[in-house]
Every structure is written in C-alpha cells, then in structure tokens.
C-alpha cells in the first residue's frame, strides 16, 4: 500500500517525485502549516508509483511511446490523431489488482476514521505546480465523487487526461518528455462549497506584480465557476504590512455580478451542474471582513513558508462556516518576470468605445473578430484575430495562441483567459457581459489595455502611438518625478513606472465616479425630498444603514488602493476641490449648493472645510483618510489643502481636521497647502509655520497672478506659465521654504512641455515635480537634461 498510496499529511515537497507537485504542496500546506491554524481537506495520494505500475501491468509504454513518436512536433497538424489514440490505449486499460487494492483500503480506512464524505479527484503531475511551469488546466479534475468504484473511475480519467491534446501540447512547449512526465492522483474531501463560495487568491496583484498586495477573487458555489472564469467574482485587495501588524488590511473590494454558480447533481456519479444565483446572493459580498482576514493572514503565512508568490485555491464550506484552503502552487508569471523594457501606449483617435471589461495585460492591439463558441469554430481563426468567447477553456489553448487578443463576457483576472493571456503575453479583456452579442465575426476592433484597471473595446483599427522605453535607461534624478493622479484604478499600473510617489491624488475624481453622492445629502440624507435623486442614493448605498459610513468606508478604500500601491512612497491626497457648481451635479447636491457668478473665485477649498454649510461633509473626508492612514496603516498619505486664501484660514482648517479626529503631526501626519494664490507666496514664511510643505498649483497661480480667466477664449493668449510675474513667485517660495525647512514641489503640464520650465524649477532646486500619467517619461528626460546642465549634487538614496 505504501508504494501505492500516501496520507496527504505524511507527504512534503521533497515528495514532488512520488506524488507531483499538487499533492506534495497539499501534504507541505497540512504538515507545516496545520499548526498555524491553516486548514486544508484532508485525503490521500494514489502515487506516481501506482500510474507506473497501471502503465507496466497493462503494457502501455511502448504503444504510447510509439503513438507519440508520429507526432508532427512542428506544426501540431496530427495533434488530435495522436491524442485520441493514446487515450483510446489507456481507457481500455485495467486497474492492477493491487493498485486497487491499496486504493480500496485508503478510501475505506479515510471514511472509518472521518466518516461519510465525497471527494475531489485532481491530476498532479510531477512537472505540475512548479515555479517554472503551472501546468495549469491541463490535467482534468472531477468534484464530488463518492464510492470507492466512482473514485477507481476518476483516477483513470486523470490519467486519460495526461494525454489530452492540450497536455501533450503544453508538455512538447515546454520541454518535458510525454513518458518521462509521471502522474499521481489526489483523493481530497470535498468542502461543501456548493452551499457556500469559493475562489482564488494570489500572494502578489496578479495584473502588474505588486507585491504589497494580497489579491482574492470569490462566487458562490464550487470553485469550478472561478477557475474556468465563468463568472465576474468579488474582488478584494489585502495591504500586507496592515495584515502583519494586525490592522485593517482590506484596501479595495468590487462586488462581481456572479451570474451563475456551480453545485452537485444528483445522478449516480455525484456530478456538478450549473444554475443560476439567486439575486440576494447575486447583491452579497461571498466572505465577511472577518473571513477575508482570516484569509489573507494564511495566504501571508503560506507565502513566507513557500519564499515565492503563491497561487491559492480557497472554498468555505456553507454547512460548517469553515473556510478551507484547497491547493496552493507558485505563481508562474510575475515571479519570474524581470521587466527592463516600458511601452508607452496612447490612442490618437477620439472615438466612444463599445465595450469596457477588466483589462489583463498592458498594450493595445488591432485585430479582427473571431467568436469561437467551441473548439468547432477553430478553423476559422487565423493568426493575428482576436478572439471573442463567452469564456475560454484549457482545451482551447493551442487555438489562443494565434490570437492577438482575447475578450471575454464572464471571468475576472483569475479566469483561464486572463493567466493565459499573461503566459502569452497578450492583452485580454474579461468581463465584458455581451462581447459576443454586440461584436461581429469578421469585424475589426482595436483594444485597450493601457488605461489600469478598465479595458476598452473600440469600432475599427483606431490610430495610436507606441513608445518603447528602456527602464535601466531612464535617469536617476535629484529631482523626485511624481504622478498626478486622477483616477484609482490606474495606481497599480502607474506605480510600475519610474516616479516617487504621487505628488496629488485629486480627491473629488473618487467622489464623483465611485460614490457619485454629495457628502451632505448622506449627512442629512433623512431630510431630503423623496424624490427620484433620493431612490438613486438609496439604490447606491442599500448595504449601509449609516449612509455616511458608506462615503467613509468607499472613499477610504479609493485612497488606500492608491496607497497601497505606491507603499511606501508618500501619496499626497488634496480634499475635495470641486467649485459649486461641480458639487451641484452630485446627486443630493443642489440641495446643499448655493449658485454662484464665479465659482472659480467662491465658495471652494479651504473656505468650505469649517463652515457649517459644509463642515460635516468634510468631516466625512477627514474620517476616511484617517481609517486608511490608522486603520489600514497606509502611513504614507499626506493631505494637501487647496486654495487657502489666508494664513488665518489654515489654522481654521487645521483646527477643523483635529476635530474630526485627523490632527497634524498625530501619528507622523504632514499636511501640505496648494501655492496657487499670490497670498501663499507673499505670506510664505507664515504659511510655512503651520503647514508641512508647498505644492505649487501652476494653472491657477498664473490666472490669479497674470488676472485672467484661462477658460476664456480671448484672453487665451496671455495664458503663460512662464510669464516673468509667475517665475518670480515660484523662485521666492522655494526660497522662502527651503529656509523654513519644508518642502515645495509643483503639479502641472509645463516642465514636460517646455524643457526650459523644468530647467527653472531644478535651477532653484524644487523638491519634486509631478506629472500627468502621459508625461512622465517626457518630465524625467527633461528634469534629467536640466540636472545635466545645472550639475546639481545628486543624492543616491532616490534610485528607482
């Protein structure tokens, strides 16, 4: 039996060449980590020794061998020949006596000890799991299997399958011998997902590879739905050092729409069906903050066992409410990726898009549009397409290597689409719910891959300009690059470009695109009128009694993405800067705006945070970056206040802040002013006395400086950041500053337009510059040719 059959809890890594790289990892995860509190199903392996043995005893090896030898390893022409043949040689095989013998023992001995269960039969082969190869999706699998006959029938199957077309594709690819590959089998007790969800999980954020992150995906229902992406999961962002340090480490979550779910059938052999999710669970988070946590310390705790980025499979059981872990193997593309190379995409072509997804990968492409419902629908695609599927499959793998592109309705970034994809090297787009309905065979798109976290889908092979970069060769700078950023779901896209941090998060972008609702119609959200913006509110915030914890809670996790991201360089987040009129269009706004002739020169910034029209709604702000500064210990954000007319105005707002709980210096606190007033620069020294440094606002500073309205068409022409009156202001702030001791940096176009702005700024030795997301390789080059020029003393410690 001992040959044959293993006890997952005797077996570790070392075993990899008895019982393949799956169970090894299962046998590791319960020995190692089971004293941690790490749960994993237990079960046995059938060895790599008894597939050798079922090979010998039925004569196998050199028909297969032979089989094989036929095949055309250059163009794969007679690929399904040769597969159907060796798997026709291994389903008219028998099971040893006393291979079945060992097994019958094994499975009757587990249910004497644990009692009645069913199982999940998984492939693993001693080149599967690897850091250098996955193998995943090659093998079959097969749920909720009872009965020690229907488990025999199972095992075959698994070995059946080291011989599916895609199998032997994928072994020839990578090198592996088809004969020298041995095959084990799993025997795992199956956790009744079925009643409660499953999912995926990655130890490093699986788009870009940042390893500051912890990154779960989960549905309800069997894990089937996850792995083969079939449906749009929940997503969540855990923030490893909050998670060490016992804080609040969920930085983002998104509720997936989670159409379909997978549970048992009922015929004989105990298979697994599809059904629709009913709409209550549909509109629920699949894991408690409870659960998530409980996660995300195991999925840590499985990282630093294994010292590589992990790639987890995770089900709770919705009998028993325990979350279990069922397999964990290294992550195979961000681990071993080095990139030294950054291309710069922008689209030239203003055109509405027809479909957005979540994107994968980081490029855009033009193709044409092939739908491929089944592996029938093959032969139409041709190299260079791009292929349109509700969701894609392991036996499709040869076919996706012609394509360009993938697009998908269902499936998120865990989906078989999306880590094919990564493998390949192409973009993908998942997600989309109707691809397949709204494009046409035959027609040609462009796709999107280079705007973070959404994908676009574009009518017609749009025009756009490509920049190839060499990372290694971009300068190391005295001057520290930094973003200005709009728009959350880039941060993790962007934080993978040189730059130090992000110089000025706009606030008012999350507010507008992820709460959509005016702080003060939540703060008083019982006495609005029941009308049609109300239901809207109500529609948006239906999971919080509290309506202001819902501003809290989503604006906190919009910051604590961006964050978490750029960990631990700093994040400076302006408050809210929109004027009135722009508050207005939030729903709930009108009720809580006063309408003014200017609103450029009224009621915004500084001037809103303290008065009583406002002040709660900014309490509501100051709450949010206090939870992702304290309670996600993101203690790398820095709050910036715009458009403080006057040093007596700061100290109200800094007064304002402490008493929401948000207290300059407090837990190493900085807060910054916008310069973007003469007054900030006149009073400079003053400024400085309460404020931890200076961000220049360049756009504003010159209309307010030169007296002219920059969104007027007439006086367009005087509009010059390089006007004498504005340099003279921007030189003595940086002196004034720096004698002071604090900081300035600037916010704006110019130093990557005009290559002499920048060599200004440097010249009088601004601290740092951000840019738009589009010029900052062009500010770095231009930040770099000035230090050139100026040989300013570089300081070592600011390497990328």
Known sequence: MKNFVQPFSFLTMNDIPEVGGKNASLGELISTLSPLGVM????????????????????????????????????LGNLAEVGKECRKLISKADWPSDVAHAIHEAYQGFIEEKGKATFAIRSSATAEDLPTASFAGQHDSFLNVSGVKHVLEAAKKCYISLFNDRAIKYRSDNGFADMQVGLSVGVQQMVRSDKGSAGVI????PENGNENLIYITGAWGLGESVVQGA????????????LENQGHPIVYRSMGSKQQMVVYG???????????????????FVLSDEEINLLGQWSLAIEKHYRSPMDIEWAKDGLTDQIYILQARPETVHSHRRNITLKDYKISTKKEPLLRGKAVGRAIVSGKVRIVKSLADGAKVKAGDIIVADITNPDWNALLKKAV?????????????????????????????????????????????????EGLVYDGKLKWEEKEVELGAVANTKTAPMFILADPGKALLLATYPNKGVGLMRMEFAISNSLQVHPMALVKYDEL????????????????????????????????????????????????????????????????????ENPMLGFRGASRYYNERYAEGFGLECAAIKRAREEMML???????????????????????????????????EVYVMAEIPSNILLADKFADIFDGF??????????????????????????????????????????????GVKVGLCGQAPSDYPEFARFLVENNIDSISFNPDAIIRGIENIAEAEKRSKPKMDSSLSF
């Open 529 to 596: 009128p029941n009308d049609n913006e109300k239901k809207q509110i109500a529609a948006l915030t239906r999971h919080y009694a509290d309506k202001k914890k819902f501003f809290i809670d989503n604006l906190a996790e919009s910051v604590g993405l961006v964050a978490a991201a750029y960990y631990p360089r700093e994040v400076i987040v302006r408050m809210s800067d929109f004027k009135t009129n722009e508050y207005a269009k939030l729903l709930g706004g009108k009720f809580f705006e006063p309408e003014e």
């Open 405 to 453: 592109s993938i697009i998908t309705n269902k499936g998120g970034r865990t989906s078989h689409a999306s880590i094919v994809a990564r493998e390949l090297g192409i973009p993908a787009i998942v997600g989309t719910l109707s691809a397949t309905e709204q494009l046409i065979d035959g027609q040609i798109v462009t796709i999107s891959c280079v705007g973070g976290d």
């Open 202 to 205: 990655f130890t490093i954020e």
């Open 40 to 75: 994993v199903p237990d079960g046995f392996a059938i060895t790599v020794g008894a597939y050798r043995s079922f090979i010998v005893k039925n004569s196998l090896e050199v028909p297969l061998q032979k089989t094989l030898n036929r095949l055309d390893r250059k163009t």
């Open 266 to 284: 009922k015929s004989e052999a105990h298979e697994t069906k599809w059904k629709e999710t009913p709409v209550t669970l549909r509109d629920q």
């Open 695 to 740: 961000s220049i606002g360049s756009n504003d500073l010159t209309q307010l400086t030169l007296g002219l309205d920059r969104d007027s068409a007439i006086v367009s022409s005087l509009f010059n950041e390089k006007n004498e009156a504005v340099l003279y202001l921007i030189k003595h702030l940086i002196k004034v500053a720096h004698t002071k």
């Open 635 to 669: 203690d790398n954000i820095k709050v910036m206040i715009p458009f403080c007319r006057t040093v007596e105005e700061g100290q109200k707002v800094l007064d304002t802040m402490a008493q929401f709980g948000l207290k300059r210096k407090q837990h190493g606190l």
């Open 231 to 242: 449906v749009n999961t929940d997503e969540f962002y855990l923030f490893k050092p909050a």
